[in-house]
């Protein structure tokens, strides 16, 4: 090896560019004793030996595979130490390092998927779990609708922690309120009565399963549910008049908090 000085040996920034290694850090293995050049040119400046070179090799893959430096320095320098043992214990922390990468890796990918899709089911599956009235295509035209919003980031966060059995549990909790807001109604409870108020909170908690639900959020999902069609078909399937009851309870329990459900916002 020379450098252009014609000096046998290369320098900090030659070894820098050949290694891919920084700077900085040669200079670090250097004062700490690990690795440090052989030579020196008159004017005093240090250079690296095909010695050096070999040493360092040995560093770069020894650091690359995640030993530390002193860990490094003892299979160096110690003639008595296990380099073997010390491999083989740092390819079982490599492989299970590449066990949480690829389990990292996965997840990633349900969670690329549940922001896609909103749904990590098939149709079948979703039939199955919501019932024959499910439309599959609702969560497509959910995603294109409020597909930017805070609101699908958090159901989609949700949706990829779930299988089958997770959503099959909010099913049937979605099944219970639906009942239970249908006898509501058949007995004559009241938009402001207790019993109403205990139900627009319930189904507050139930809708979290999707996304965190605000009262003031409540009350436009009320007007959503009486207005859409599709909503509206689904709760006055369950009883004729049901989306308006819902509607008329849930504002009914905004203004026993202080808020207008006439001007109240998604927020």
Known sequence: ??????????????VS???????????????????????????GYRLYTAGDLERLHRIVVYREIGLGLDRIRTVLDDSTADVPGALRA????????????????????????AHERGLLLTTE??????GPRWNPDWPAEARQ?????????????RSAARGPEEWQAVADAVADLDRAL?????????????QAHRLVDR???????????????????GRTYEADPAFAAHYDGIR??????????????ARAHGIDPDTATWQ
Do not use: K
Not at 105 to 113: E, F, H, K, P, V
Not at 125 to 130: G, T
């Open 125 to 130: 599956q979703q039939v199955a779990l919501f």
């Open 145 to 157: 609708r409020y597909g930017n919003t805070t609101q699908w980031l958090q159901y989609a966060e």
């Open 182 to 194: 249908g006898e509501a109604m058949d007995a004559g409870v009241t938009p402001g009565s207790p």
């Open 240 to 253: 004729p008049g049901l989306a308006t009851w819902f509607r008329r309870i849930v504002d009914a329990s």
């Open 17 to 43: 560019t050949r290694l891919g290694v920084t700077v900085r850090a040669l200079h670090h293995w250097d004062e700490i004793g690990l690795a440090r050049p052989s030579l020196r040119t008159a004017a």
């Open 203 to 221: 189904h507050r908690e139930v809708f979290a399963s999707y996304f965190p639900l605000t009262r003031r959020m409540q009350v436009c999902l």
């Open 90 to 113: 740092q390819r079982t922390q490599v492989a299970e390092r590449i066990d949480r990468l690829q389990r990292l890796s996965a997840g990633l990918d349900r969670m690329i998927d």
């Open 1 to 14: 090896m020379s450098d252009d000085t014609g000096t046998d040996g290369l320098t900090v920034g030659q």
